[in-house]
């Protein structure tokens, strides 16, 4: 488990989008144990209190799941995943369209780039 | 909690604290950051009763410091606070004979975690697992307060690493930990809180996620603006 | 109080080393010394004897029986009880400052013990004392051995035999070590006593005032010392001669150092708990 932290973001927050990210991709598969709050501090050398805030922000969100006292795991509500998948593909496309309407370029023009460069990613496994 | 209160400290006519107040919280890790001065090892040295101040107050969960206090209260200073001609099983029988709270069953945890050998002579030792050797001593105490003075400095990286693992395993627990650093960089992640500390004066003290959250600022950032003014 | 047992007997066994090696120096030197006087009493009166044609009762006569006091006197004697004496005074300083000063802070472990800081004063001031009879005990032993080697060497002719009593009282430098008597006893290690617990006073001084603690300490000894000395000093500078009977100097003298003594643990007690530093 990696994750390039950001010095200026909370790290809660990065931390609820690293499992976001993990469950929209299928990475964490429903209903997986996730690991336990020190553990992922321990992984992600991150403090112990941040870990457990995301933890209970995602309990919130309904992301994970926690009965008593064993390990949480992600949440079988295919509802909430398939929410999360497109907040993320939203937010994503956002940014995208964002950054391409600066540049002032048509729509036409950009589909096929967009195409090319998704399957050239692909081929090289970066996705 | 250990609160530090409007704490005043001279040697002869050189100020070394001034007005220094901040709290420390169980459950936290609160970072001690100075670039320059003494003041850091000082403000240590006072709340442990290792050395007088001129005016002021500490308090440890509302007591002042007693020798009961060394029960639920421990400083690991910078360098090892055991004798050189010691082995390390020496160092652990002395503490155990001196300490109800030592847990030997976390001493040899830990020293298996920092892959060490009790038979060990400590002076025989390198710098990076001296230093182990000594964090080892005060975290083998079940106490509720762990203070650091440096425990990053003048080691290896290797050693750093297994330094910095220890912060976010169970071995620190739900314990407050105060640590002094000059340098920020390989626990900016690990600290809840924040007190900035120059030539004496306390700068500021924040919480580091709430800084991130609220102002989108790294504790570099902070301490760029803080220490430039 | 089980602290203070644990305490002091570390404190001992940092000592050992050190201390074993000064005994056996003062072992060596002296044996030495009195074989190397022995032989030379021998050799001169094998000479004179033998070769030089006179009778023994003549030699007897001019140089007179050997006795442990012809070794006494010596270097190869004197010497080595200089340098245990010079040893044990420097560890009275070295005892606290090798603390704060060693590569090892060991002062942080010491004064963070969940025990009375008095206890670290009380382990120090005793391993002192207890070094000192040590070495006093040595030396007696070590008379007893140099009787023997005496009379191993000497022929019976030659030589008179002193009891360690005879030896201590007829060496005035050896019976402020061997006293001979309860008060003198009292007497010599009191103010023994009194001296350290002074001295670890302004050392404590000098560890939570530093330069200012110097000067405070060194006050503090020099007044001390007038103290200590008070009773002698006035009585013949006032009158010119001795005006207490000596049972009334040694109430006078006895009260003094409990005096003294008290007020250095007060002092002490109240620097270690609230002034000193690491």
Avoid at chain 2, 23 to 32: D, M, P, Q, R, V
Avoid at chain 2, 41 to 69: H, P, Q, R, Y
Wanted: hydrophobic share 45%; charged share 20%.
């Amino acid at each position: 488990m990696r994750l390039k932290l950001d010095s200026r973001a909370p790290v809660y927050v990065q931390v609820i989008r690293y499992f976001k990210e993990q469950i929209a991709s299928g990475a964490l598969e429903k209903g997986k144990e996730i690991p336990s709050r020190r553990e992922l501090a321990n992984t992600l050398k991150i403090n112990p209190n941040t870990v457990q805030r995301a933890y209970k922000e995602m309990e919130e969100l309904g992301l994970i799941n926690t009965e008593g006292n064993l390990p949480s795991k992600v949440t079988k509500d295919d509802v909430i995943i398939r929410q999360v998948r497109e907040g993320l593909l939203t937010e994503a496309i956002d940014t995208f369209v964002t950054s391409v309407q600066a540049l002032q370029i048509p729509l036409e023009e950009v589909i096929p780039l967009l195409k090319e460069s998704y399957e050239k990613e692909r081929e090289s496994g970066g996705i | 909690m250990i609160e530090v209160k409007d704490i005043t400290k001279s040697f002869g006519r050189k100020k070394v604290l001034t007005g220094v107040s901040f709290t420390a919280s169980k459950g936290e890790i609160t970072c001690l950051i100075g670039v320059n001065g003494v003041g850091k090892t000082t403000v240590l040295n006072a709340i442990m009763g290792l050395t007088s101040t001129n005016s002021g107050e500490i308090l440890i969960d509302g007591k002042k410091i007693n020798k009961e206090s060394y029960e639920k209260i421990t400083f690991i200073p910078d360098t090892i606070t055991m004798l050189p001609t010691m082995r390390i099983h020496d160092a652990f029988e002395f503490m155990n004979d001196f300490y109800q709270s030592w847990n030997e069953e976390r001493a040899k945890e830990l020293l298996t975690f920092f892959r060490l050998q009790g038979h060990e002579r400590i002076s025989d030792l390198s710098k990076g697992n001296k230093a182990k050797v000594n964090l080892l001593l005060g975290l083998a105490l079940d106490v509720d307060y762990v203070l650091m003075d440096e425990p990053f400095s003048g080691i290896d990286i290797f050693s750093r690493e297994q330094i910095a693992d220890v912060f976010t395993s169970h071995l620190i627990e739900d314990r407050g930990v105060i640590i002094t650093t000059h340098e920020i960089k390989d626990i900016e992640h690990l600290i809840d809180k924040v007190v900035l500390l120059d030539n004496g004066i306390i700068l500021k003290e924040f919480n580091a996620e709430q800084v991130r959250e609220e102002q989108g600022k790294s504790i570099i950032d902070v301490m760029r603006e803080v220490f430039r003014t | 109080m089980k602290n203070f047992f644990k305490l002091l007997n570390f404190e001992i066994n940092r000592f050992m080393k050190l201390y074993v090696v000064l005994l056996v120096t003062v072992f060596v030197l002296q044996i030495i010394g009195t074989i190397i006087a022995a032989k030379g009493y021998m050799r001169m009166a094998n000479n004179a004897v033998l070769q030089g044609g006179m009778s023994q009762l003549e030699f007897i006569e001019t140089y007179e029986k050997f006795s442990i006091s012809n070794a006494l006197y010596s270097v190869w004697f004197l010497g080595p009880i200089a340098i245990g004496v010079t040893a044990l005074l420097f560890y009275v300083f070295f005892i606290w400052y090798r603390d704060w000063f060693a590569k090892n802070t060991f002062i942080y472990r010491l004064l963070m013990l969940p025990t009375t800081r008095m206890n670290i004063f009380f382990t120090k001031a005793t391993t002192i004392m207890l070094t000192v009879l040590g070495l006093v005990a040595f030396q007696i032993v070590l008379l007893v051995l140099h009787n023997n080697i005496i009379k191993w060497i000497v022929p019976k002719v030659y030589r008179i035999d002193l009891s360690i009593i005879e030896i201590a009282n007829a060496f005035e430098y050896l019976s402020i070590i061997i006293p001979n008597g309860f008060a003198e006893f009292v007497i010599a290690y009191g103010l023994g006593f009194s001296f350290v617990v002074v001295i670890f006073t302004a050392i404590l001084m000098e560890r939570s005032f530093k330069l200012k603690g110097i000067i405070l300490g060194l006050a503090y000894i020099s007044a001390s010392c007038l103290l200590f000395l008070s009773p002698y000093s006035i009585q013949y500078l006032i009158t010119g001669k001795a005006y207490l009977y000596p049972e009334e100097l040694f109430i006078v003298q006895i009260g003094i150092w409990i005096i003294s003594v008290t007020v250095s643990l007060i002092v002490s007690r109240y620097l270690l708990k609230n002034k000193v530093t690491v």
